[in-house]
């Protein structure tokens, strides 16, 4: 049975586990029920008789990874059931690790031949607001860098599968196999907290992400080829109407955030520049090479520059031989002139 404590944030289960049932069938039911409450960011408290004595040396590796993959940590370590032989605690509290503090303590009643468990817990009050901001800024994931699975492929390397081998039946086998890979998943990618990014575009609501998908379909099937034109409309109208309700909800999202802003002025401000873009230009200084060095200094840059403007036309005139023939007989017509003591005529544009 499951009890949810709305002020609180937090849901509080009851579990029987039948003795001798399928620990793995357990712990895969566990691991669901827990995966879909800690996604919707809620606190977990787990009581109950789960038959696993946490009282051992090594509690049920695949049990307690899979706990430690969600943040959770077993705080019943006295015996619950004490009988003439044994003492066992076989009935446990899991909560989360480290989120609240509380008191705990085993009560014999006198009524069963386990013991009582009493569980005081200081909580914290929660309104909607702060249950929105947990749900909305984290969630419970796994990395599966290439570091953690190489990581899962070096323990699936070193498992002998040796229980797996030993069963008689295909479900066992199957059962034990399940078991043996899903404490190395968690082992290996254990499930963390990690903060969603907070979606950039606001205004892009479910349904424009829906009818987007949908343009992009209907986008792809044209450019295959031998589609109707009634097929070619209805994507050209749709694509009106999508366009139509992006400009309208990105006025509606921009209204709002005006009109909500303690300061509209800067509001209005941060709008156009995110849609212009507010990155400022980086002036970067012009690098020069010349003559087997780099110039960065940008006053010799310049005279570089004005010495090649002011030495473009002698270069140009020295590499062409046409016009440095042309430029010897002009000269040599002005030598002979000035030998007859004649003055050179004007050299004629």
């Known amino acids: 049975s499951i009890i949810e404590l709305i002020q609180y944030n937090t849901i509080i289960i009851c579990i029987y586990r039948i ?72 009935d446990q509290i899991i909560l989360n690790n480290g989120l609240w503090k509380y008191n705990f303590k085993a009560v014999e009643t006198g009524l069963s031949d386990h013991n009582a468990q009493i569980l005081q817990v200081q909580m914290h009050y929660k309104n909607k607001k702060g249950q929105s901001r947990i749900t909305k800024e984290f969630r419970l994931d796994r990395s599966y860098s290439e570091e953690n699975v190489q990581y899962l492929n070096y323990l699936l390397g070193k498992e002998t599968w040796e229980p797996v081998l030993k069963q008689n039946e295909a479900n066992d086998a199957y059962n034990e196999f399940l078991g043996i890979l899903q404490y190395y998943h968690n082992t290996a990618m254990p499930k963390k907290w990690v903060k969603i990014k907070q979606q950039k575009n606001k205004w892009i609501t479910l349904g424009i992400r829906v009818s987007g998908n949908r343009l992009r379909t209907l986008h792809s099937l044209i450019k295959e080829g031998n589609t109707s034109e009634e097929l070619k409309k209805y994507y050209n109208q749709y694509k009106k109407i999508y366009n139509k309700v992006i400009g309208e909800a990105k006025k509606l999202s921009n209204n709002m955030r005006i009109q909500s802003s303690g300061n509209k002025s800067k509001a209005m401000w941060d709008l156009i520049k995110e849609e212009l873009g507010s990155q400022q230009k980086v002036s970067k200084n012009i690098e020069l090479g010349m003559n087997g060095r780099t110039i960065q200094d940008p006053k010799v840059i310049a005279n570089v520059f004005n010495e090649y403007s002011r030495n473009i036309a002698h270069h140009m005139r020295s590499n062409n031989r046409t016009a440095q023939n042309n430029e010897d007989r002009i000269n040599q017509g002005r030598s002979a002139y000035r030998h007859h003591g004649t003055a050179a005529p004007p050299i004629s544009a």
């Open 19 to 90: 003795p001798n049932s399928n620990i793995n069938i357990f712990i895969k039911n566990l691991d669901t029920i827990l995966s879909n409450l800690t996604n919707k960011g809620k606190n977990i408290i787990i009581a109950g008789f789960l038959n696993v004595d946490f009282l051992k040396r090594s509690v049920n590796p695949q049990l307690q990874t899979m706990l430690d993959s969600y943040g959770l940590q077993a705080i019943v370590d006295v015996p619950t059931r004490i009988g003439p032989k044994s003492q066992t605690a076989i």
